[in-house]
């Protein structure tokens, strides 16, 4: 990628970062908004799913819409939103209110992580997909993983409502990153930025000059505008038309890599006796380990292929959970260290490769096809964490982990015959 394809991607990854951060910080503040809304902990729980629910389900909507309206535009306008609703999470007077905030905070985040998938893919060339859309989900992942650390610290320095203020202010900074990339919505279609072969010149806000050339996503006088009925009939078309196995394996990478992931935190605390401190400090080594993973998705896929990523990310995932298992055997946490970033790495290998799989299914309304995969990824992670709460009351910690990495295993040897060869 050149210089400018990575300060969009980067730019676009920040705005992912904070809307990532924006609820993972959340779940070590829920001690602190429990004691101070005066419910109990149990209740404020909901707190995590009034974010998470429209923060999955709307995802292929938005991605659908900004095909019609145009990416950067509605990017915008839902980045704005988030940075608004966030401050107002920090005045709700009560748990009532404070859940309506999240709602509304989760419905403008939803779009997010969709539109940016589908905008850098109309930016760079095929050939530089790979890479750009995991060093996109590197860098907004990582959010996830350092917010798990750093909320509580957050928390306990300024308060929890100071904290939604700080996010705040952190989505504002990324709608002004945004507004500086609005030449992209006038250009898009006119191919990949930068290209060797650049033929055509437009002018950012900031009047540095991008080039653009070939075949790429949607133009604004070939859009289709936005229609509920057209929308159900078209993602159904997607979801179940000869792509069906790359997001079967979306939604079960939901199912074992969310799934797991959501119960490290309790398992440190239960069974390793960390702090939530602790615990959220070992954790951020899966925002990290996204970090690297995304930065090198790029050069696993020129030397083994797309699929070759994805058997990589599966084979770190299945370490993750042998790792697990010896901490839950051993009560140590220091295999859970390295299990966190083998976690975070199998996980950033995974998805955005079939990110880029998905891109490929309908090249003119890639914002439909990736938020597709939003939504198998997160309604999985749904699932997954009702199935793992089964697990762990059957057969404990151990049960869970060994469970997972058998399921790995299968989901590699189904990829392995039924996802796309590139």
Not at 266 to 292: D, K, N, P, V, W
Request: aromatic residues 8%.
């Amino acid at each position: 990628m050149t210089p400018t394809q990575k300060k969009i991607v980067v730019t676009l990854g920040f705005c992912g970062l904070v809307s990532a951060a924006d609820n993972w910080f959340v779940s070590p503040a829920l001690p602190a908004i429990a004691q101070t809304l005066a419910i109990a902990p149990a209740a404020a729980t909901i707190i995590l799913t009034a974010y998470l629910t429209p923060y999955g389900l709307l995802q292929p909507v938005c991605g659908a819409i900004g095909d019609a309206v145009g990416r950067v535009r509605l990017l915008c306008i839902i980045v704005a939103g988030l940075a608004v609703s966030t401050v107002l999470c920090a005045a709700a007077p009560t748990l009532e209110a404070l859940v309506v905030a999240r709602i509304v905070t989760g419905c403008f985040a939803a779009g997010i992580i969709s539109v940016n998938q589908s905008l850098v893919g109309s930016v760079v060339s095929e050939e530089d997909r790979q890479g750009a859309v995991g060093l996109l989900m590197g860098v907004t992942f990582t959010g996830q993983g350092l917010s798990a650390g750093l909320g509580g610290f957050i928390c306990d320095l300024v308060g929890w409502r100071a904290a939604f203020i700080c996010f705040g202010v952190l989505g504002t900074a990324a709608w002004l990153g945004v507004r500086r990339l609005r030449y992209l919505d006038e250009m898009d279609g006119a191919g990949t930025v930068d290209t060797a072969d650049a033929s055509v010149s437009a002018i950012d806000a900031a009047g540095a000059g991008v080039n653009a050339a070939g075949a790429g996503a949607v133009g604004p006088a070939e859009r289709e505008p936005f229609r509920p009925a057209a929308f159900l009939r078209h993602a159904a078309q997607i979801l179940f038309g000869p792509g069906r196995a790359i997001y079967f394996v979306a939604f079960t990478t939901g199912i074992i890599f969310l799934g797991v992931y959501g119960f490290m935190g309790t398992f440190l605390a239960e069974r390793c006796g960390l702090s939530s401190t602790q615990a959220g400090l070992l954790m951020m080594f899966y925002g990290l380990a996204c970090l690297a993973g995304g930065s090198i998705s790029g050069r696993i896929g020129e030397a083994r292929g797309q699929r070759g990523v994805i058997a990589v990310g599966e084979t770190s995932g299945v370490i993750a959970t042998a790792l697990l298992a010896v901490s839950t055997i051993t009560g140590s946490w220091m295999p859970a260290l390295p299990a966190a970033a083998c976690l975070g790495l199998g996980y950033i290998l995974v998805q955005p490769t079939l990110v880029s799989f998905s891109m490929d299914i309908d090249p003119s309304h890639t914002g439909l096809c990736t938020g597709l995969i939003g939504l198998g990824v997160f309604a999985g992670g749904g699932i997954g964490s009702s199935l793992g709460g089964i697990a762990i009351a059957g057969g404990g910690y151990l049960a869970l982990w060994t469970i997972a990495g058998v399921a790995l295993v299968a989901q590699a040897i189904a990829g392995a015959r039924f996802l796309p060869r590139k």
